[in-house]
């Protein structure tokens, strides 16, 4: 297989020809991400699909989707500028701050599914409990977990622990057996989805027993409904992990 080999700056960078494709692939998937996420945000606003509530949720979810997106598209630019020039020093402060951004959008897309599920949960459990279920609630929510995103990411940019890898040509914490490694997967990955397990876990025993209870079918088939919305919701976390796992053996 054919390798450039080029001397920039006292670093020996390899090139192989068959990273571009996979750069372009890149771009197009995220550019189609960002096109695809916008309709369907434009869509949910336009025809008012959902509830209010609802519709926040969906839109904080698809904003974080978006802005993912956003940040994967810029960085898979600069890895294709990279390959290109088989350059390894130009903008490197800007490389570690998109992936200082991709920790925290890739954060506050799991949290958004989890605020998600737990309003599911609520509203078939705990119907009585409406101000857990109003958009004020859910806004200031949705706000904490924003926050929240941006604080926890912080010690991980101001440590240094994100570096610029050189041979992928992207900018992310090492991926070897570290605190760094176990913190950042923790948060962003590890507690929302073990929250969506449990919500999704609770939420099944709790149809089940109503399903057995004298109960009216409008209250069975919401509950129902619900629950299936949190499958989607778990299936849909889950594949994204698995999806990932290429991507980290790759980089190993």
């Not at 390798?3 to 890149?26: K, Y």
């Not at 919401?222 to 790759?250: D, K, S, W």
């Amino acid at each position: 297989m054919e390798v450039v080999n080029i001397m920039n700056d006292s670093t020996l960078i390899e090139t192989e020809v068959w990273f571009l494709p996979f750069d372009i692939i890149g771009i197009i998937s995220t550019s189609l991400s960002i096109i695809l996420g916008l309709l369907y945000l434009f869509i949910v606003i336009k025809y008012k699909t959902y509830s209010t509530v609802q519709m926040l949720l969906v839109c904080n979810s698809s904003v974080a989707v978006i802005l993912l997106s956003c940040i994967l598209l810029n960085m898979a630019i600069f890895t294709l500028q990279h390959d290109l020039q088989k350059s390894s020093e130009n903008n490197t402060s800007f490389c570690i701050i998109l992936g200082f951004l991709s920790f925290i959008t890739d954060g506050l897309q799991n949290y958004s599914y989890l605020l998600t599920a737990v309003y599911q949960y609520i509203s078939v459990v705990y119907p009585n409990k409406v101000i857990w279920r109003s958009i004020k609630t859910q806004f200031c929510l949705i706000s904490v977990i924003w926050i929240v995103c941006i604080i926890d990411m912080v010690p991980l940019f101001v440590t240094g622990q994100i570096t610029y890898n050189i041979d992928n040509q992207v900018c992310q914490v090492p991926l070897r057996l570290s605190v760094s490694v176990v913190y950042g997967a923790a948060i962003i990955y590890a507690i929302p989805n073990f929250g969506i397990t449990v919500v999704y876990i609770k939420l099944t025993r709790y149809v089940q027993q109503i399903s057995l209870r004298t109960i009216s079918n409008n209250t069975i088939f919401h509950a129902r409904r619900e629950l299936r919305l949190v499958q989607r919701t778990f299936v849909l976390c889950n594949t994204l992990i698995v999806l990932g796992l290429p991507y980290m053996i790759f980089v190993l």
